[in-house]
Every structure is written in structure tokens, then in C-alpha cells.
């Protein structure tokens, strides 16, 4: 069975960090690329970052440049968002993505 488990969301104030962890079972990990998206409500679920075999290539949408990183361990299965200088617009709901498959996702506030 598929199973994407988030971790690592909160509450912070702006310029604050997090990291956030998607742990993934059911396939093998290290032979795919790894996507996180994130959602507000009411709005559709937006790619944030992508990151390809073996962190071969990693992109990112425009209003995070410079301030996330994408990263994987594949000896834990493991995938990681690194999120600083956090702002009020990086509030939401942020998921990992494997093919169709979602994780339950893991909420970020920022707000002072």
C-alpha cells in the first residue's frame, strides 16, 4: 500500500523557518521524482517544488526561489521541503505528491 505521511508544519512568525518531511512506503522511492504542492482554501493546489531522481534536478515556482529547498534521502525514504524567510503568503496546506498519490498534508501558518 502507497502511504505519503507530512510532517514538520506550525505556526511561525514572518521571516521564520521550517522543515517540512514526507515519508513514503509502498514503492521505491529513489526511482521516482518527488513533488510538494501546497493549497489555501478556496484556491487550487499550487506546485511548489520539485525534485528529480536522485536530486538530479531540483525547480521551484517563482515566489519561493531563493528561499526553499527541496532535498530527499532516499536511505529513509524520505522527502524534505527546507522553508526560510517564511511569509504570510506561504500559508497553507502543504502535501507531498508521488504520480496520484497525496499525502494528508501538514499546515503552515505564518502570521506575526
Known amino acids: 500500500q502507497v502511504q505519503l505521511v507530512e510532517s514538520g508544519g506550525g505556526s511561525v512568525q514572518p521571516g521564520g523557518s521550517l522543515k517540512l518531511s514526507c515519508v513514503a512506503s509502498g514503492f521505491a522511492f529513489s526511482n521516482h521524482g518527488m513533488w510538494w504542492y501546497r493549497q489555501v482554501p478556496g484556491e487550487e493546489r499550487e506546485l511548489v517544488a520539485?525534485?528529480?531522481?536522485?536530486?538530479?534536478?531540483?525547480s521551484y515556482t517563482t515566489s519561493v526561489k531563493g528561499r526553499f529547498t527541496i532535498s530527499r534521502d532516499d536511505s529513509k525514504n524520505t522527502l524534505y521541503l527546507q522553508m526560510n524567510s517564511l511569509k504570510s503568503e506561504d500559508t497553507g496546506m502543504y502535501y507531498c505528491?508521488?504520480?496520484?498519490?497525496w499525502g494528508q498534508g501538514t499546515q503552515v501558518t505564518v502570521s506575526s
Open positions: 505528491k508521488w504520480l496520484g498519490v
Open positions: 520539485t525534485i528529480g531522481v536522485g536530486g538530479s534536478y531540483t
